[in-house]
């Protein structure tokens, strides 16, 4: 049988988890050649079957502490079973970053990747995902895929209107290989989410990156311009060049749960504006005080102002929550947006069975008693 070398201290293995599902840990173990150190433990290499990868549980005590095990989570894995491929979940290592939507520890960068055409590059959901990826402190790669159904003229306007947003977008063909040796460099040995809209290629591109992989692909909805749904859970994928790559469920308006001071930062041409000077008040929300340094002709200023709105009604609704006597209450829209509208007493409002009706009646016809 072929084997590899892992590394193992007293019985335990290091790896990643790559998938979760059903309190059910699928990890992968780290493997090399010359065996992979732990400082401050003593090794003991051990052989093991190819390829390196176990079925784990969590420990009990893991879940009386309330620790969680999530995809990417780095993990020492206790007491292997080989010829049931098997084992058990013993610690979980300190996270050097943290998803919540999708939940993956120690992501490295998020690869959005959009379709300039079919369905159509929508510049308002774009920004939403921007902003989404901006909020969670990695870095961010923005991919925009069938570039060779536009113009080269189309191309330059589109990348120069994103150079004025602050990216720098990879033009890339799934369908014709264009571009994708570069991709494939920026995501070596690195632990990269891939998101955006349904619809864009992202399950072709996955494929493209990880030929050994079937992932299903969904075609674009006629009547509606918009993808289909195809993945259902999140996953790392082990790319040939090393790193890991996360498929995502495919979702089309993610939410934005930042707090209304926060949300200028997630745009990078205001944080440029912000670097370069302060406004008047240290409270500014960049909407209409006076000597605000963001205000002014930058293309994605509307898009702020909406966010902003978002904003707001979602801390207001948070506010609300925690106060029952609270009047008004916050209905969600199309798009993403919000409004406000003004909560029913429930008891006042609410409909009288049949039975207390008929009871109510019978009531009313009953002789007084002397």
């Known amino acids: 049988m072929t084997t590899v070398e892992t590394m193992s201290i007293n019985g335990q293995l290091l790896g990643t988890v790559l998938a979760v599902q059903a309190n059910f840990y699928r990890v992968q173990l780290d493997v090399d050649d010359e065996s992979i150190r732990v400082q401050g433990e003593k090794e003991n290499v051990s052989p093991l079957p190819t390829p390196a990868m176990l079925l784990c549980t969590r420990r009990t005590r893991l879940k009386k502490i309330g620790q969680q095990v999530m995809v990417g989570d780095r993990v020492i894995v206790s007491e292997p079973d080989w010829s049931g491929g098997r084992g058990a979940i013993s610690h979980v290592l300190p996270r050097q970053s943290l998803l919540d939507r999708p939940a993956i520890a120690n992501v490295d960068q998020i690869l959005l990747a959009f379709a300039v ?32 159904l536009i113009s080269p003229q189309v191309q330059e306007k589109i990348s120069d209107r994103l150079l004025g947003w602050g990216y720098k977008p990879l033009f890339i063909s799934v369908q014709n290989g264009i571009n994708i040796a570069e991709l494939t460099n920026h995501l070596n040995n690195k632990i990269t989410v891939i998101a955006g809209p349904s619809g864009v290629g992202k399950s072709s591109l996955i494929n493209v990156l990880i030929p050994t992989l079937n992932l299903r692909v ?18 790392l994928f082990e790319l040939p060049g090393g790193g890991l790559l996360a498929d995502t469920p495919g979702f089309n308006q993610p939410d934005l749960d930042c707090s209304p001071e926060e949300l200028i930062y997630y745009f990078p041409e205001a944080r440029e504006r912000l670097a370069a000077a302060s406004c008047r008040f240290s409270d500014c929300l960049h909407r209409d005080e006076p000597d605000c340094v963001v205000q002014g002709d930058w293309e994605r200023y509307e898009h702020y102002l909406e966010f902003l709105d978002q904003a707001i009604a979602r801390q207001t609704q948070l506010h609300q929550q925690a106060d029952p006597e609270s009047t008004m209450k916050i209905k969600s829209k199309g798009n993403g947006k919000q409004q406000y509208e003004p909560k029913l007493e429930s008891k006042k409002y609410r409909r009288v069975s049949r039975k207390t009706q008929l009871q109510e009646l019978a009531q009313l016809y009953k002789e007084p008693e002397d």
Do not use: W
């Not at 079919?118 to 570039?147: G, H, I, M, W």
């Not at 969904?218 to 996953?235: D, I, N, P, Y």
């Open 218 to 235: 969904g075609e674009v909805s006629g009547k509606l311009a918009r993808g289909r749904h195809t993945t259902r859970h999140t996953e």
């Open 117 to 148: 055409t079919d369905p159509p590059l929508e510049p308002y959901q774009l920004s939403r995902f921007l902003v989404k990826a901006e909020s969670t402190d990695v870095d961010v790669l923005l991919c925009l895929n069938k570039s060779d």
